[in-house]
């Protein structure tokens, strides 16, 4: 079955961390540009940071310098380690893959693109 696996989330105090993983079965992810996407209640869904290959990666301005993604090949995994959470990073956080898209392009506009493929979600709560 052709599917993005998520685990991670959660509810963590503000300046926590947190990191999700999104995981790919029955297709290889290094052949897609992946990103995390997410949305806030009340918000439209926003490019959080996508990865096409490890020299191309893309991030919000507003988690610059405090998020990290990454590859892990090996385990056909796309991770997202988010450090000095805040409040405002609560939402669902989507992981998507499509393929033929810049990182850039992915994060900045994603209503824009039809993804090849979506996780379900998962929900991260940033509250004391």
């Known amino acids: 079955q052709l599917q993005l696996e998520q685990s991670g989330g959660g509810l963590v105090q503000p300046g926590g961390s947190l990191r999700l993983s999104c995981t790919a079965s029955?297709?290889?992810?290094?052949?897609?540009?992946v990103g995390w996407l997410r949305q806030a209640p009340g918000k439209e869904r926003e490019g959080v940071s996508c990865i096409r290959r490890r020299d191309s990666i893309h991030y919000a301005d507003s988690v610059k310098g405090r998020f990290t993604i990454s590859r892990d090949n090996a385990n056909n995994t796309v991770y997202l380690q988010m450090n000095s959470l805040k409040p405002e990073d609560t939402g669902v956080y989507y992981c998507?893959?499509?393929?033929?898209?810049?990182?850039?392009?992915?994060?900045?506009?994603?209503?824009?693109?039809?993804?090849?493929?979506w996780g379900k979600g998962t929900l991260v709560t940033v509250s004391s």
């Open positions: 998507a893959a499509a393929q033929g898209l810049t990182a850039q392009a992915m994060c900045s506009t994603p209503a824009a693109y039809g993804m090849d493929y």
């Open positions: 029955g297709f290889t992810l290094d052949y897609y540009t």
